[in-house]
């Protein structure tokens, strides 16, 4: 294993590589527009703003008021900024589908204009945290995979466990897994503390930190199984597991053919 | 005579001549070994015995028993530039820069888990069939002290690759010794070398993990060996076997062939296991420092129990006088273990000293036939369950949506009701199975098949069972409770009364049987 | 109760009945393909581990369905490994169980009880071997020997002395000291109190003179969780009130029950959670326990800011941190 990372390199990943490529140039030019955006004028701003209006009215006042106030039943949305309102609806976690202990990620009701129309809309109405631009992102530049492990062994994996699987909290909550979250939306986890988790801002984490947290993250999503099926990752229970129901059964199954008697 | 005749031959000459083994060697060759495939289970601990030290000599060759500080430049990028104590680096270098290291690796974990399983098979075999009983107690009490070096080897073993979660079962382990009332903080600091996690540990364990316990292992696991050896395996009942004699195939050659056959098994499983299921990947885990901690810390299963335990225990600790007792530890981590395991290497006596049954037994008994000691038993297996379920509750909260504090509390209450409820069912169990085993050497097997009497009802014809299946189900002995006077003939009180009434209880549940079919009960009706 | 005179009779063992292979020829040449093919796969499991040793690169993968993406090195050096063990063995079993002779026999089993005679003698000889000693008369010897026993047994335990320090009071020492600074871990930086927001936490450590070789014996004890709350959230005692700061709270990270580090804060409960034995504890309330085996509330570090607003501690541990031990002086 000289070169874990060669991994990508592998011969039989190229062909596979350019089969995506194809069919990603077909999708690009869709995402292209909507992902290197020209800065918006003033006119698309609140054209934009107004659509979020439209959809906040309908989707999201029931429960969080007409005026973004709250009611006993959701939190006010005042000043929460579009990071939040972008990681909240865009992992699918708002609108709520069931009111549980813990509000899970599913797949989102809004496309992503949608989702940046929302944002724009509560973001406009009292100032808070912006949804991070590719730029900030650029975790492949900016960020050191092994700080990271360091810095989500110290802050992170007492909640979403070593290889960021997830993990319980107390009374059925629980810290989700971290495989396959986008990047920016793990970024807006951080600065904004969704639900239990706490909120880590660019002073106790700096935005380097997260880049190389957010790089490691994304390693261990990408690591292959080195030593054989992963069982998950989620350590020895589900090795004591194997070893009987695998292990030891096999043995048995042998040893009782072992034991009996040819015909 | 051949050429490989005459070669052994002399060879055999220049051996007997100066051992005399001849004898002794025809003796042995001559042993039988009863067939059954709960007769592996001990053969499969001693196999992975092996394994392990095979797998495990390997590993030493490269690993580094040290916590000096070494910045890691290996080929896991990942972690390339951490600080970290060479006994994980050297344990991530067998992993990734030995080719076979990390299958050795594997092979030598699973091995161990596969170890400890085969030990808890071995041991409850050997318990619900009576195997234990007189002339074998000894043998019994080596196998607890087997298991328990077990528990501890796997424990050190666990601890030596120095990666987060082994550091945070020897933190865990510290705080137990820790917790030792007058002299625990002074066996941890001697223990690790100063305040945890202190500077001596891993090149300690390292000592004890290799060669004191193995070479303790060694020893104990050749004299029980021997001792089954000497003593004969017991058999299961059956026509022609009795207490006085033992049946089964030779030792040259099917038993030699089966048993060497089986260890390549045993290694072949384990190999398998290895290069198909990853165990214990410590490169995740990441190194060890006290400040940080993984969600879903568990030990290896056969600690997970005693985790549980102390999970669920209730928050006591005692102040007085300037000193502090933790019973929140002292009590799950040390005493229940303790009366567990010494209550387990005395049961030989005790069943004895219940029945009054001081005849050697070479038979092994059916668990239905000893009802009260089968329910024991799974009245035990029923609590160590509950334990290791609850040792496991975050990983079975995420996966099952359940909550940790509900399986906590469930834990915490059916540990005390459901092996009691065990029991009784068991009990229950047990005593319908030998009247099922009653009704059917007196009414014979059922075959679906009706018949229409004279009479206009419909029967269903029995079929009597063979000759040998009824001496299989009626050999068993049923033996009466106990009877002990209160008093002598004399009138005068025995002493030791609460103890004898106690004993008399026992004697008289351990007694509780249908009564099997006698042979004259079976004659008369046969005659009907 | 049935009597053994009313017992079954046991109708002896089972005739022998022959295998296949023992009477019908064919049968016989099967077998043996069988246990040859064995042999031979075995043969192939030991090539396959040579192959892949020498030929397979340590960096080429393969997907395998439900497994995932393989390290092809470590899974076929495995498989080869697995062949060529397990069908040595089955091939072995195969040859013993259809080919062998398999006649079981049966061996007669003796009492262990010695013989009378032989007790008497052993007795006798024991009683001489000891009567020769003559200890009740020799008192001298006796006294003398007892006390080079007894002494005997001290040196083995003595030379282990220097296994450690004596523990003296360093359970109860951290490096935090009357304004010692907090500094973030990793990074040693130190927090301006404004850093934190509400439902901000960090883990610090104080700050020392050489950061970048912390002993792992301090990091044991020194780590603390930096939380912050809205003032109004406590309900602390004026007392512990006084040791936060502007709604920030510190504690100790290490568990007050078994020293693992207690990090899961989940900020709307404002719970803190020991992942190893789930003891949690309440923010708001001091650290209490609310659920769980530990018994006592984390230890609270007292905090201030000096004068450029970093935040510092303003006093030591009042107690001792981490799993309770015997010479423990504290509730």
Known sequence: MRHISGYRNHKGVAPLLLVIALFGIGTTFNVASASIKEPMNASARSAQIEEGKQIFLKGCSTCHGLNLEGSAIAPALMGVGAASVDFQVGTGRMPVADMSVQIARKDPVYNEEEVAALAAYVASLAPGPAIPTAEQLNYERDGSTAEGGELFRNNCAMCHNFAAQGGALTQGKYAPTLMGVQVHHIYEALITGPQSMPVFNDKTLTPEEKLSVIKWIKAAEAEPNLGGASLGRTGPVAEGLLVWVLGLGALIAVAVWLTSRAR | MTMIEKKVGSAANFVDERLGAAGWVKKSLNKVFPDHWTFMFGEICMYSFVILLLSGTFLTFWYDPSQRDVVYEGVYQPLKGITMSAAYASSLDISFEVRGGLLMRQIHHWSANIFMAAIVAHLLRVFFTGAFRKPREFNWILGILLLTLGLVEGLLGYSLPDDLLSGTGLRITSAIIQAVPLVGTYLTFFLFGGAFPGVGFIPRIFTLHILILPGIFLALITVHVMLVWYQKHTQFPGPGKTEKNVVGHPILPVYMAKAGGFFFIVFGVTAFLAAVASINPIWLYGPYTPGQISAGSQPDWYMGWLDGLVRMAPPWETHAFGHTISWNILIPALIVPGIIFTAMAFYPFIESWITGDKREHHLLDRPRNVPNRTALGVMSITFVLICLINGGNDILATHFDLSINQIMWASRISVFILPPIAFVITKRLCLSLQRADRDLVLHGMETGRLVRMGSGEFVEVHEPISAEKRFILTSHQQAAALELPASDARGVRRPGALKNKLRLRLSKAHAVAIPKVSAQEFKEIEHH | MSSELEAFADPGLPVHAPRAADVDPRAEKRAEQQVALLFWLSAFGSALLIYSYIWIPEDAFIFIPVMGDQNAHQLFLGLGMAMSLFFLGMAAVLWAKKLMPDTEMVNHRHEFRSSDEDREALIKTVKEGVGGLKLGRRRLIKGSLLASLGLFALPPVLLLRDLGPLPGKDLEKTNWKAGTQLVTDPGNRPILASDLEVGSVVQVLPAVADSAHRPLSDIAKDPVLLIRLRPEEFKLTPERLAMTHDGIIAFSKI?????????????????????????????????????????????????????????????????????????????
């Open chain 3, 255 to 331: 568990c007050s029950h078994m020293g693992c580090a207690v990090a899961l804060y989940e900020q709307q409960t404002k719970h803190l959670l020991c992942p190893c034995h789930q003891s949690t504890f309440d923010v708001t309330q001091a650290a209490k326990v609310i659920f769980g085996p530990s018994a006592r509330p984390l230890p609270q570090l007292d905090i201030t800011v000096d004068e450029k607003g970093y935040l510092i501690a303003r006093a030591p541990f009042n107690e001792a941190v981490g799993p309770s031990f015997w010479e423990r002086n504290s509730q």
